[in-house]
């Protein structure tokens, strides 16, 4: 079954920290993958994506997201968190055999800390 | 910058009345979806919509369900009778390809009492 996991509900980093929020995938073609953010009482809002080509994806905002076939994951990165980053993320997959239908992980909330 | 707009941004509505929730994709895009998230839980895809008919849904998009493209520019998503369990943010996206990024809304809170 076609799936997203988001293993961690939330996660806190101080302000100024590294930040890598986790996502792995179940899909049985090649997957397009996403993030969106989510600030509170707003809509989903892409960051990046991957279709294809270079694995390492630069997105808004200054993040990043690095997509590995062999560990079917696509984690999001940030050298430096700032305090405006605090928000729900979600990973996202989907694929050629799906229509344009996304398949959402559960999210991952940030908090930073000053 | 082009943005999907969704109306009302919150909707209140009796158990078993029927809502109209509105969403105006971005112009040149051909691909139109709905999602719902229930508070807390994950975004749920409901149905994709291209040249005027569903393209895919999912279970949840049952016979109480229905989408239409009235006119050029607006896509609205209807629920014949509303049931507690339908309270939940719903989102309206688009895209120009079947398989390109899509475009969200900001949503729309339907509470159902």
């Known amino acids: 079954a076609q799936s997203v996991t988001q293993p961690d509900i939330h996660i806190t980093v101080s302000e100024g920290a590294s930040l890598e929020l986790r996502c792995n995938y179940s899909?049985?073609?090649?997957?397009?993958l996403f993030w969106y953010v989510q600030s509170p009482g707003q809509g989903l809002q892409l960051l990046l994506k991957y279709f294809s080509g270079d694995t390492l994806v630069q997105g808004i905002k200054g993040f990043e997201a690095e997509f590995k076939r062999s560990q079917s994951s696509f984690n999001l990165r940030k050298p430096s968190v700032h305090w405006s980053d605090a928000a729900e993320y979600f990973c996202a997959v989907g694929g050629r055999n799906q229509g344009g239908k996304l398949i959402f992980g559960q999210g991952t909330e940030l908090s930073v800390k000053p | 910058e082009p943005e999907v707009t969704q109306t009302p941004s919150h909707q209140v509505t009796q158990m078993g009345q029927e809502v109209i929730l509105r969403c105006v994709p971005i112009?040149?895009?051909?691909?139109f979806y709905w999602y719902r998230q229930i508070l807390g839980q994950k975004v749920e895809f409901l149905v994709s919509?291209?040249?005027?008919?569903?393209?895919?849904k999912s279970e949840i998009f049952d016979d109480q369900f229905s989408v239409e493209r009235p006119d050029g520019s607006n896509f609205t998503l209807k629920i014949r009778s509303t049931k507690l369990e339908d309270s939940a943010m719903y989102f309206c996206?688009?895209?120009?390809?079947?398989?390109?990024?899509?475009?969200f809304g900001p949503g729309t809170r339907l509470t159902v009492l």
């Open positions: 919509f291209y040249n005027n008919e569903i393209s895919e």
């Open positions: 112009s040149n895009h051909l691909y």
């Open positions: 996206a688009s895209s120009v390809g079947g398989y390109n990024e899509q475009f």
């Open positions: 899909y049985g073609a090649t997957p397009y």
